[in-house]
């Protein structure tokens, strides 16, 4: 299984330690951070613009017979169980993180959207909460004891 994650966001480097210990499941996974003057440019101009720059930059990596998934905060909530169920029996996934405005509708429409929380997060938080998400998936899907009912 290979999962990238994209976010509008400048390279962190927090999730290092999720990916080795997603890794022993054989799984490749990428965090993919995209800034660049183009989106910096369109937040200074407006919401809109901004959601259209994220959109121009995401839909390149949006790929047929692959789950796209959009984390929005209208999204539908999984407990962690549907979530695994969401990555079972899957070759690619691809997550998508916005940036400070969100996706537009157009983009939302071409994605299964769901959402972490009802909570608002950071992209920091969110990039985490989605890494130890995936593994925590990973765990219930392999039968690794990680994770506690």
Known sequence: ???????IAKKQNNCDEFIKQIKQFGVI????????????????????????????????????NVLNIALHPNGKEVSTFEFSNL??????????IGGAFGFDD???????????????????????????????ALCIINNHPYHKE
């Open 106 to 136: 157009v983009f939302l429409s071409k994605t299964t959207n769901i959402s972490l929380s009802k909570l608002t997060f950071s992209h920091k938080i969110a990039k985490i909460v989605v890494f130890e998400q995936i593994f925590r």
């Open 87 to 96: 990555l079972r029996d899957k070759n690619e996934i691809t997550f998508f």
């Open 29 to 64: 996974v990428e965090d993919i951070c995209i800034f660049n003057a183009n989106i910096q440019k369109a937040q200074k101009d407006s919401a809109i613009s901004a959601k259209e720059s994220y959109r121009a930059e995401f839909s390149k990596y949006l790929k047929n």
């Open 1 to 7: 299984m290979k999962i990238r994650i994209y976010s």
